[in-house]
Nanobody, 121 residues
Framework: QVQLVESGGGLVQAGGSLGLSCAASGSMFRLDVMGWYRQAPGQQRELVAT???????SYVDSVKGRFTISRDSAKNTVYLQMNSLIPEDTAVYYC???????????????WGQGTQVTVSS
């Protein structure tokens, strides 16, 4: 099993920046797509950004040009740099990782525990 540990987040004023990181640990696995979701109160969980093992990135329209997703394969870690934050970015952010279970030869998905990001106006 792959465990994910998130760090970062917090409270920031509108226009500010925050960075999130998510480290994967475990054994006998190979990481595939890594990404970030967010869920605001009373709303459905929303896909924010993804990055493939080859480095191809995608973003939801509302964060394009402001957020940057990256990964460090040596550290099994994915990052989300959030700039020009607006109050609408306030949510719990979840790391999501698809990974290949080498022993069982199946693809699996793991979620981080979530970290709060609050942007004040």
């Amino acid at each position: 099993q792959v465990q994910l540990v998130e760090s970062g987040g917090g409270l920031v004023q509108a226009g500010g920046s925050l960075g999130l990181s998510c480290a994967a640990s475990g054994s006998m696995f190979r990481l595939d797509v890594m990404g970030w979701y967010r869920q605001a109160p009373g709303q459905q969980r929303e896909l924010v950004a993804t990055i493939t093992s080859g480095g191809t990135t995608s973003y939801v329209d509302s964060v394009k040009g402001r957020f940057t997703i990256s990964r460090d394969s040596a550290k099994n870690t994915v990052y989300l740099q959030m700039n020009s934050l607006i109050p609408e970015d306030t949510a719990v952010y979840y790391c999501n990782v698809r990974w290949y279970d080498i022993i069982r030869r199946v693809m699996r998905t793991s979620w981080g525990q979530g970290t709060q990001v609050t942007v004040s106006s």
